[in-house]
Every structure is written in structure tokens, then in C-alpha cells.
């Protein structure tokens, strides 16, 4: 069950009214790859996957993979027994392979592709060992734990020419689909300023989750799960709230803003880390021992263009991304898109006239009506555009282009530079919280610096 779902339901149904578009816009999207398949699988195939992580992410993967035709679950690996009943309640299949080591299902040769959804702190090892053991990867979101992980990913997944998909489901929404369109279409003409949206206000939104009643060191590899970060004995809340903490998670920025980044990326059509990112924040509601910000306000310049992000636990706001250009505001939610299109002109004589003596002011107004009014019957309609849709955060559909990227080796747009592009913001969010102050992004280094380079 993912994060969002509670929150989720379905909406049928579209309505279009007025708000003309013209052709504009432009395109950042890398040249996406096309890895060869390891062994043939036939369009008709039936794909064969094992999942590493079946928690409260892992377990919502599996079960809507399950409702997508032609895949086949064949394997589940956990640090935590309890997670093994769960994976062969959810397969229905009471000899599925269950496994505490992953690197069991990449030795399988049955198994085409491996769903990954450990917590951030464990993506670039499993996701980097499973494309050397010749497995397409599906990777939860964000995609790494810090800048260099995320290079390592990239060239993991090239060199072994594999499928990786980040899951940040937004990008293959259909709402997410017709933003694109229509901003590509030149809606609002280019865009000048975005502002994203989310904010929380109950326990479980700041990630208070109850770690299972029965965990203990007997049914969990604990000194495993703690990877390379500081040993402690165990410890309940770190397993379950591990979000909380710098050296699992990657805090608001990574568990919430990358699906807002990832959204605008695939939007705007842009491939590309921010140049620099301020912000502001701090722990002001959550005091449970956290070290990672409850709130995390951001600033940050893409390319000249400034995207200001309001991210919060502390009070409850919609989730959002408006799009503002000098032809109107594409403004997006969960559910829907509302475009209000501007003419960007004058509808009255100018206001700057009440400076003027009587006599003046009245020659300019007349003459500002005799040059700009319609005749009458031919005044402008001004018009907006509404489309109401299927939850953005849907997992289905990303796990249908996953599926279908591995069967037909067809480029996805939510790829591993794309994944990594989007996780170096959230890492640009941090360091600059954690550096109190503006921080920028060096290409030729591929370092996050405190001085524009
Ligand atoms: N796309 C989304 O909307 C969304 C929503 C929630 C979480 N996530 C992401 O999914 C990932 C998992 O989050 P979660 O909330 O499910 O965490 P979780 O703690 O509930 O589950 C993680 C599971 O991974 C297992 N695990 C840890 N290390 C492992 C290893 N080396 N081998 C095998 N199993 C291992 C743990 O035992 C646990 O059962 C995170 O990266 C998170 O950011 C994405």
C-alpha cells in the first residue's frame, strides 16, 4: 500500500470547455536508451519477476503488478519472516520462494526482472547488483541515497544494458500525459515559474508508523538491515520509522518532493538536476528523535527558471503543481488539471491616466476604446479547460511501462538519468538544509557545491 492511497479513488470521465492552444514549446528530454534483452522474451511472454522489499511500498507493488496480465511473481526476498507469509498471502501461492537474501533471486535464470522496494539506503546495492546479474530493475523512488549512488546506478544500468524504471508513478499518469500535451502545445507559452505543492498533518502522514507487534531480532536480520550505517541494537522504530532518519531516508525531499519534481520534470519535458537550491527548515512539530526536517520549504533555480516548493508535515494542504507562463497557469492535482489561459493584454484604458488633467485623460480613453474595442457582438469569450481523472499517484500504470519496457526493450521516459536527475534534487534540498545555505550543482565534478562553478 503506497504512501498516498489513502487518499485515493477513482474519478471518471473528462470536460473540455474553451482555451485554444497554440504550437510552441520545447523539448529537454535526453536521448532515452534502448537496452538489448539478455535471453528473447516475445511480445505474448509471460514475464517472470521477483520482489526485493515487500513493506508497506513493496506490498502495494506486488499486488498491483499482480493485476497486470502476463507477469508472474516467482520469488520474494525480506530481511523480516513476517514479510515472506505476507508475500505468499499476497501471490496466493503458498510455495513462492521466500528468501532474507536477495542476491538468491538474481542467481535465478527464470527471473526477468527484479521490483525493488527497500528503503532508500539499500537502492544502489540491490538495484546495482541485479543489472550485473542481468535483471531489468524497477527501483522505488528516490532513486539513491546520496549524489555518488546515483552515478554508480546510471552506470550499472548502461553497461549491463538494462531496463531501469524509478517509481514515481506520476510520470505515467494520464493526467500527468495531458499536462505534458498541453504545455508542449504552448498552453502558457514557456513556462516562466512553478510552484509545487504538499503538505501533512496527522502521524501517520509524518511517518509515525507502528513497527509489526511481533518484530524482534529472532525474525529479523537486524545487523543486515543496519547496512554500513552506525550499529545499534535493535530497534523497532528505526525498521519501521526509518524515514525520520538521515542515514536510512532521505527525508521529505526524497519521500515526498521527488514525485512533485519527477510530475514537472515529465511536464515540462526537462532531464536535467536543478543549478542551485536554498532551504529553508527544521523539526517544529515532530520531536520523536528525527533528525530529518518536518518542514522544507525549497527554492530552486532549473535552468533561470525558479521552482518554489511549499513541503510540509505540520499542516495539511493539497497536493499541487501550478505551471505559470505568459499565456496562462496550468495549475494540476492528484485528480485533475485546470488551465486558464491569459491574453497577456489590456482590457482597459491604462490606470496611469488618473495622472493626467481632465482633458488629456479623456482624449486617451476615448481614443484607447476606438482603437481596441470590438465591435459589438464580437466581444472575446474567455474560456478554461477542466479534465478529471484517475488518481496521478496510481501505481498500475507505471508498473504496466515497466513491464512493457521490458518486453519490447521500448524507452521509458522515467528511466535511470531521468531517476537520477530527480533524486539529485532532493539531495540538493538537503544539503543545503543541513549546509544552512544555498547550494549549486557542478556538472564537471557532478558535486553539490556551496559556490556557482
Ligand atoms: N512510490 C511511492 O509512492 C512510494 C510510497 C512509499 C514508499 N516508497 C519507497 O519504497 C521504498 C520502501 O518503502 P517502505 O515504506 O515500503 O519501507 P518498509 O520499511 O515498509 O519496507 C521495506 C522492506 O524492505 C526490507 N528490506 C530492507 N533491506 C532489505 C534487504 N537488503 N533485502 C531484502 N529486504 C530488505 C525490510 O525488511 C522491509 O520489509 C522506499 O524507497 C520508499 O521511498 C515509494
Known amino acids: 500500500m503506497d504512501e498516498f492511497s489513502r487518499r485515493r479513488f477513482l474519478q471518471a470521465g473528462a470536460i473540455a470547455a474553451g482555451g485554444l492552444l497554440t504550437p510552441s514549446g520545447k523539448a529537454m528530454m535526453l536521448e532515452p536508451r534502448i537496452p538489448p534483452m539478455t535471453k528473447a522474451v516475445g511480445p505474448n511472454d509471460r514475464l517472470r519477476f521477483g520482489i526485493v522489499g515487500v513493506g508497506m511500498e513493496g506490498s502495494g507493488v506486488l499486488s498491483n503488478a499482480l493485476t497486470l496480465s502476463g507477469v508472474e511473481c516467482v520469488g520474494a526476498a525480506d530481511l523480516y519472516d513476517g514479510r515472506h507469509t505476507l508475500a505468499k498471502e499476497i501471490t496466493g501461492n503458498p510455495n513462492l520462494e521466500t528468501t532474507r537474501d536477495y542476491r538468491r533471486l538474481l542467481d535465478r535464470k527464470d527471473i526477468d526482472c527484479i521490483l525493488v522496494a527497500v528503503p532508500d539506503f539499500w537502492h544502489e546495492q540491490v538495484l546495482v547488483d541485479a543489472c550485473q546479474a542481468g535483471k531489468d530493475v524497477y527501483c522505488e523512488k528516490p532513486m539513491s541515497h546520496t549524489v555518488a549512488e546515483g552515478f ?195 482590457t482597459a484604458p491604462c490606470y496611469y491616466d488618473s495622472s493626467y488633467p481632465a482633458k488629456m485623460r479623456a482624449e486617451y480613453v476615448s481614443e484607447w476604446h476606438e482603437k481596441h474595442d470590438p465591435p459589438p457582438g464580437k466581444e472575446p469569450l474567455t474560456g478554461q479547460t477542466i479534465y478529471a481523472g484517475d488518481d496521478w499517484d496510481d501505481l498500475r500504470p507505471h508498473l504496466w511501462t515497466f513491464f512493457d519496457a521490458v518486453r519490447t526493450r521500448k524507452p521509458n521516459v522515467e528511466d535511470a538519468v531521468f531517476g537520477n536527475h530527480a533524486a539529485i534534487a532532493c539531495h540538493m534540498a538537503n544539503q543545503s538544509y543541513f549546509r544552512k545555505r544555498q547550494v549549486f550543482w557542478d556538472a564537471g565534478s557532478q558535486t553539490i557545491t556551496d559556490a556557482p562553478q
Open 152 to 346: 554508480e546506478m546510471v552506470k550499472a544500468a548502461h553497461s549491463n544494458n538494462r531496463v531501469v524504471q524509478v517509481g514515481a508513478q506520476r510520470v505515467s499518469s494520464a493526467l500527468c500525459a495531458k499536462a505534458h500535451e498541453m504545455y508542449d502545445g504552448g498552453a502558457i507559452g514557456d513556462v516562466t515559474m512553478v510552484e509545487l505543492t504538499l503538505g501533512r498533518n496527522d502521524p501517520t502522514g509524518a511517518w509515525e508508523y507502528p513497527p509489526p507487534p511481533d518484530l524482534s531480532p529472532a525474525n529479523l536480520a537486524w545487523d543486515t538491515w543496519l547496512k554500513d550505517t552506525p550499529k545499534i541494537p535493535f530497534n523497532p522504530d528505526r525498521f519501521a520509522r526509518w524515514r525520520c532518519w538521515r542515514a536510512y531516508g532521505t527525508g521529505v525531499a526524497g519521500d515526498l518532493m521527488v514525485h512533485l519534481i519527477s510530475a514537472m520534470m515529465f511536464t515540462l519535458g526537462w532531464n536535467e538536476p536543478p543549478r542551485s537550491a536554498l532551504s529553508l527548515g527544521g523539526i517544529y512539530r515532530w520531536k520523536d528523535g528525527r533528525d530529518m526536517p518536518d518542514l522544507q520549504p525549497v527554492l530552486f533555480d532549473y535552468h533561470g527558471i525558479p521552482v518554489y516548493i511549499r513541503l510540509g508535515l505540520s499542516t495539511e494542504t493539497l497536493e499541487r503543481a501550478t505551471y505559470m507562463g505568459p499565456k496562462g497557469i496550468l495549475d494540476t492535482t492528484e485528480f485533475g488539471i485546470h488551465y486558464t489561459p491569459q491574453a497577456g493584454v489590456d
